[in-house]
């Protein structure tokens, strides 16, 4: 599946290649190219600049941060994607 259609279904705004082949989902340290993850504790928030996965799904709120360049913990854009839900 595309990221983009991922990113569709879950009804989520997509930060980056809706191209992206994914094929699974994996927790941030184990995830590898093409399978998507999530950061919702900001505990692993460092993990965000390490990780392998293709996508990771953050809060709006992260992803404004980063945006900006306000990075928790010293935590750096992914190299992939960043899938953002459309939640307040």
Same mark, same amino acid.
């Given at each position: ?7 569709? +279904?879950?009804?989520? !705004?997509?930060?980056?290649? @809706?191209? =992206? ?7 941030? %340290? &184990? ?14 928030? +460092?993990?965000?600049? !390490?990780?392998?996965?293709? @996508?990771? =799904? ?7 941060? %980063? &945006? ?21």
């Amino acid at each position: 599946m595309k990221l983009g259609e991922l990113a569709a +279904r879950l009804g989520c !705004t997509l930060e980056g290649d @809706a191209e =992206i082949e994914i094929h699974g989902a994996e927790g941030l %340290e &184990a995830a590898t190219q093409g399978e998507v993850s999530f950061l919702s504790n900001p505990r692993y928030g +460092r993990e965000l600049s !390490t990780t392998r996965a293709s @996508a990771v =799904i953050v809060s709006r709120t992260k992803a404004r941060r %980063e &945006a900006k360049g306000e990075f928790d913990g010293g935590c750096r854009r992914t190299r992939g994607a960043n899938v953002v839900p459309d939640l307040a």
